[in-house]
Structure formats: structure tokens, C-alpha cells
């Protein structure tokens, strides 16, 4: 084949990489509040919570390590999203759906300790 100088279109089936970007940024963006207020609170109950109980309480230790897991999960999301928007491959949507979904649980989970504290 000869090269004919010209940038090659996108392959069928795929997006351009600005979409990607767009969702990543604006789902970062989106996310920046529940993610700080889950470290603050995983923190606060890792670090903080024993002193106030008087001692090592293996909840606020499980509950710390869950919340920082989620944080994670929350900064996955918007990956796994614009991943599957711009590729738009049926694994990267699997994941974009998990990921989603367990966003949507970390989320509900620090509105309802937020109302219980």
C-alpha cells in the first residue's frame, strides 16, 4: 500500500478521542465533591475514629478501607465511561456499567452517613 500523506480517518465503529476527554474531564469535574468528601470521611474514620472511641475499632477500620476503595471506584468511572464511548467495545461498556454502578452506591452510601452523623 502506498502512503498517500493524507491523516486516515477513524475506523468504523469508533469515535474521536475528543470524547473521551470530554467525558473524563467532565465526569473528573463531576466527581471532584463526593471523592474529596469520601477521603475526608475515610480519613477522618481511619486516623481520627479510634482516638474517639478509645481504641482501634475494627468497623471504623473496615469502613475507612471501603471508603477509600470507592474513592478509587469514583475516579474509575469517568475512565471506564469515556473509554467505552470512544471505542465502544462491549467490555469497556460491561465496565463502564459496574463501575457506574457501584459510583451510584458509593454516593448514596455518604449521603446516608452524611444524614446519620
Not at 482516638?51 to 471501603?66: I, T
Not at 475516579?75 to 457506574?100: D, E, K, M, S, Y
Amino acid at each position: 500500500m502506498a502512503h498517500t500523506g493524507q491523516a486516515s480517518a477513524a475506523a468504523p465503529g469508533q469515535r474521536s478521542v475528543w470524547w473521551m476527554v470530554g467525558i473524563l474531564v467532565g465526569g473528573t469535574v463531576f466527581m471532584a465533591l463526593p471523592v474529596g468528601a469520601l477521603f475526608v470521611l475515610a480519613s477522618l474514620s481511619f486516623f481520627v475514629g479510634p482516638a474517639w472511641s478509645g481504641g482501634s475499632d475494627p468497623g471504623d477500620l473496615a469502613f475507612a478501607l471501603m471508603l477509600l476503595g470507592l474513592t478509587v471506584l469514583l475516579f474509575a468511572f469517568p475512565l471506564t465511561l469515556g473509554l467505552a464511548v470512544w471505542r465502544q467495545r462491549r467490555n469497556l461498556w460491561i465496565w463502564a456499567a459496574v463501575t457506574g454502578a457501584l459510583t451510584v452506591s458509593a454516593v448514596v452510601l455518604l449521603g446516608w452517613r452524611a444524614l446519620n452523623s
